[in-house]
C-alpha cells in the first residue's frame, strides 16, 4: 500500500487499532470483510484537513463517515453517508429525500459515540448497526482505496471504495452536491 506516508499493516492483524464493533466487522466469523489496512496516526491530528497534511494524503483519497438522524412522526432513524473530503454530502436535499424524512440533521456527538461505540472523529462504517443504512457517495464506490476512520481517532484504515459499496445495508447514491 502506497497512500501517504504511513505504516500500513493487516487490519486483522491489530485490532488493538481498532474500535471493538470495527474489529468485530472487520475480523467477523466469515473471516472478515476482505483486505483492509490499518495505519496508526497521532489522536491529534485525526481530524481530515491535520491528518491529510501531516500524511501526505490527498483529500480526494479520505472519505468521511457523516452520522444523520432522520425524523419523521416521531421517529428518530439513523444512517451514514460516506463522502470523500473533498465534497459535502447534500444532507438537506438527496438525503433527507432518500431517507423519506420529514427533518434530518447531523447526530449530536453524544448520540453518535453511544450509538456507534465509536469514538468522535473515528466513527467509520464498519461496525455500524446492522439496522443503518450506509449511504456511499458514486464517487467513493468508484475509488480504488480510500482512507476512512477505523473507529478511534489513533488510527485510520485503507479500504477499496467497493467494499464500502457492498456492505450488506450499502446503497450507492450522488451524495456530493
Not at 123 to 137: C, K, N, Q, Y
Request: charged residues 25%.
Amino acid at each position: 500500500m502506497a497512500i501517504g506516508t504511513l505504516d500500513w499493516t493487516s487490519a486483522a492483524e491489530r485490532p488493538d487499532l481498532l474500535a471493538e464493533p470495527v474489529a468485530r466487522a472487520v475480523g467477523g466469523p466469515d473471516g472478515g470483510l476482505g483486505e483492509i489496512e490499518v495505519a496508526e496516526i497521532d489522536p491529534e491530528l485525526a481530524d481530515t484537513a491535520a491528518f491529510c497534511e501531516r500524511y501526505g494524503v490527498g483529500l480526494g483519497e479520505s472519505a468521511n463517515c457523516v452520522i444523520v438522524a432522520a425524523r419523521r412522526a416521531g421517529e428518530v432513524r439513523y444512517a451514514a453517508c460516506m463522502v470523500l473530503a473533498t465534497t459535502r454530502a447534500d444532507v438537506n436535499g438527496v438525503v433527507r429525500r432518500h431517507l423519506d424524512a420529514r427533518k434530518i440533521s447531523f447526530a449530536p456527538m453524544d448520540d453518535a459515540v453511544t450509538l456507534t461505540g465509536m469514538e468522535y472523529g473515528g466513527i467509520t462504517p464498519l461496525g455500524l448497526p446492522e439496522d443503518w443504512p450506509v449511504l456511499v457517495d458514486e464517487a467513493v464506490a468508484a475509488h480504488p482505496e480510500v482512507v476512512i476512520g477505523s473507529g478511534v481517532r489513533r488510527s485510520k484504515l485503507a479500504v477499496p471504495g467497493s467494499l464500502l459499496a457492498g456492505l450488506k445495508t450499502a446503497q450507492v447514491l450522488r451524495l456530493a452536491n
